[in-house]
């Protein structure tokens, strides 16, 4: 069984900063990509920020510059840095792997509430 469990969201003012971590655990052979979604209320999910097992990254265009995503593959974590968040960041966010047990399969960890209000 393999779990995602996230940490890190609260409540900030506009033009804070918060880390989430998500921390991947079971019976884990290989992790593959990593990444972070939202979802407000009243909107469909989207990407925020992907990295590869060997360190490539990709973010959505309403976070490039602000937020920077990083994995440390010998904890079986990944990390969202948000910086200068906006109002607009406000949302759930959904941590994300590809995780190989005996295949490969996706997994989503639970979701941690980020609140930018001041």
């Known amino acids: 069984q393999v779990q995602l469990v996230e940490s890190g969201g609260g409540l900030v003012q506009p033009g804070g900063s918060l880390r989430l971590s998500c921390a991947a655990s079971?019976?884990?052979?290989?992790?593959?990509?990593m990444g972070w979604y939202r979802q407000a209320p009243g909107k469909q999910r989207e990407l925020v920020a992907l990295i590869t097992s060997g360190g490539s990254t990709d973010y959505g265009d309403s976070v490039k510059g602000r937020f920077t995503i990083s994995r440390d593959n010998v904890k079986n974590t990944v990390y969202l840095q948000m910086n200068s968040l906006k109002p607009e960041d406000t949302a759930v966010y959904y941590c994300?792997?590809?995780?190989?047990?005996?295949?490969?399969?996706?997994?989503w960890g639970q979701g941690t509430q980020v609140t930018v209000s001041s």
């Open positions: 994300n792997a590809q995780i190989e047990v005996v295949t490969v399969n996706e997994y």
């Open positions: 079971g019976s884990i052979f290989s992790i593959y990509g």
